[in-house]
DNA sequence: TTGAAAGCGCTAACAG
DNA sequence: CTGTTAGCGCTTTCAA
């Protein structure tokens, strides 16, 4: 590979000259700025970046980390967070921690070793490393998708609490009475503030909401399996299901159509996230969609404004979640 | 961020001894190699990438370039090429490029120029840019999934004849004798050599092969839906469908289902990629899985191979697809 | 065994 | 307007 010094060699000018044409930082004569822009085209040159960065203490890197990359809600996140970008000419290095805080100290520890130009981090358990960055280094960090207790983090999230009223107020109107909550981990915030809009609501609307259909589990499809199983097992009655993302959900619809149950018309179901495989699923599954994209770009405008030396005075941007019904819930039903 | 510099001075040392500590490249004195510890530990010092790849022309980086992250076979592709990064301690860079060769020629542009540590292509198109890569540069690089005509490039790809084959026998085992191929796009090679490794396996079997039921598509959902319609429509007769991915085939068992005709009792569907959502899928899909774990840990082996000065005279590594039986087919069907 | 010095490829004062 | 020089943080001869 070429460097500037055969560039220079060949125009018959200073390496200065040639990263002034290639920055155009100032003012070179024409003619110089021609044979410097020959000599580029015959060497076929391009800047070395890992020089360039020493120099300027910066990348055009940016660091994604998250949990695990098989969960469909991350890949939404990962593809437009890799949108942004792109659209900014920045590289995208993903870490996926499988929930394990050595690896994810791991990778912020790589991160800031390449001196990378911002780090989002997709739902960080409060174990995580992020407040030691913040504090140790000027690297531009934005927390995604999970509130964090320290409020000096730039985040965006979800109202989490707004899509458990959203869950709760479709199922009632599609006239369910009977309604189910199957929820991710307890130790994942957003988890309980779902469940709080989801119970506040169902209470707001004299529904009564019995603990025995509140099931805790995991954000995966076997949650959904096996919290049927146990509803069923257990002869629990009910006539609507909550699962609190998308996964959990076709677990739920999957048991019940094995058990040749009907959904939506004997059980409804609805989802959340609105993965791609909502729409594809049969019956479409009603869900509670997250504004995804705008919540990466969002991202991406926080780490632009520090990087710019903005100071952050609002660390926090909330999105609203919004409802998209399909064919696994039905507003059909008479009260 | 402390730099070696730092730690020198702290420990009374040269910065030349700080290195040889760090690498333990040469044999330093004890009392000497303990105090420039304590230094470290005491500036929290940790060695810039930057500045090692730019002394050492060699970065802990390697690229991955795919078409489109919200397909879920290269979801999978990615999911395992980021695990064997991880095994090596790389970080892995993404570079989706929609199927846009300006986007794929920027990605490689950019990985040359910050010397990346090797580069993976999966599904390159023709047009690529590949070719002048490897010979412009000494960067590794390796295709996954999709053979190149020009086999100075080491692949790794998948015996699609025998995918092909084995989804016909497959639907020949289940009964099935009005057999329907769904295909992506005949522009990729891999369709046509599915469909060959298909068509060969019926007539072998005395099974015609009607033109009728052979649909070209993409590797899509849409496809799925659409070509059961048209089928449908025009009272096109079929008991066994082969769905080239399980998109496709998952876009035609909605569609059945849609139209009250069940699967497999009615017609069995099969798959291709064994995708996460095959599994969760209902009635979930049988499949043809390809062994991505392994070709994908193959790739790095190549990249490692090359890194390390081998010189590699056999370019190609074929993997073989094998079958995953689900509820979509049915082989109690009797003849 | 260790330090001094050179240099990876680039940019940014500083002179001229 | 342009060339010289220094230096980003590291590794590696080369001497000592």
């Not at 959904?224 to 609190?244: M, P, R, T």
């Amino acid at each position: 590979m070429s460097s500037m010094k055969d560039v220079a060699k060949i125009a018959g000018v200073s390496s200065s000259t040639v990263s002034r044409v290639l920055n155009d930082s100032m003012f070179v004569t024409e003619t110089k700025k021609k044979r410097v822009k020959e000599a580029i085209a015959i060497v076929n040159y391009k800047p070395n970046l890992i020089a360039q960065s020493l120099r300027l203490k910066t990348t055009k890197n940016i660091g994604l980390i998250f949990p695990e990359i098989s969960d469909p809600s991350f890949q939404m996140v990962v593809k437009y967070i890799e949108e942004s970008a792109s659209d900014r000419g920045l590289n995208l290095i993903v870490f996926s921690t499988h929930d394990d805080y050595k690896r994810e100290a791991h990778a912020i520890d790589m991160f800031l070793r390449q001196k990378i130009n911002g780090i989002i981090f997709s739902r960080v358990s409060d174990e995580s490393q992020v407040r030691n960055i913040t504090e140790t280094s000027d690297t531009p960090v934005v927390v995604i998708d999970r509130v964090l207790t320290d409020e000096k983090i730039p985040n965006v999230v979800l109202n989490n609490y707004r899509a458990g009223e959203i869950a709760a107020k479709h199922l009632i109107d599609c006239g369910c009475r009977k309604i189910a909550c199957l929820t991710g981990s307890p130790k994942i915030g957003l988890v309980s503030e779902r469940f709080r809009g989801f119970r506040d609501t169902l209470q707001l609307n004299r529904i009564p909401f019995l603990n025995n259909l509140h099931f805790e589990g995991e954000f995966t499809y076997d949650t959904g399996v096996v919290a049927i199983e146990h509803f069923l097992k257990n002869s629990f009655d009910f006539d609507g299901v909550w699962g609190q993302n998308d996964q959990i959900a076709v677990g739920a619809i999957s048991t019940l159509l094995r058990y040749k149950i009907r959904v939506p018309e004997d059980v409804s179901v609805i989802g959340m996230d609105n993965v791609s495989f909502a729409s594809k699923f049969f019956p479409s599954i009603t869900t509670i969609a997250q504004p995804y994209k705008q919540m990466c770009e969002k991202a991406f405008q926080f780490i632009d404004r520090i990087s710019s030396g903005e100071i952050i005075t609002h660390y926090q941007a909330v999105f609203e979640p919004f409802l998209i019904v399909r064919e696994s819930t039905t507003s059909v039903r008479t009260e």
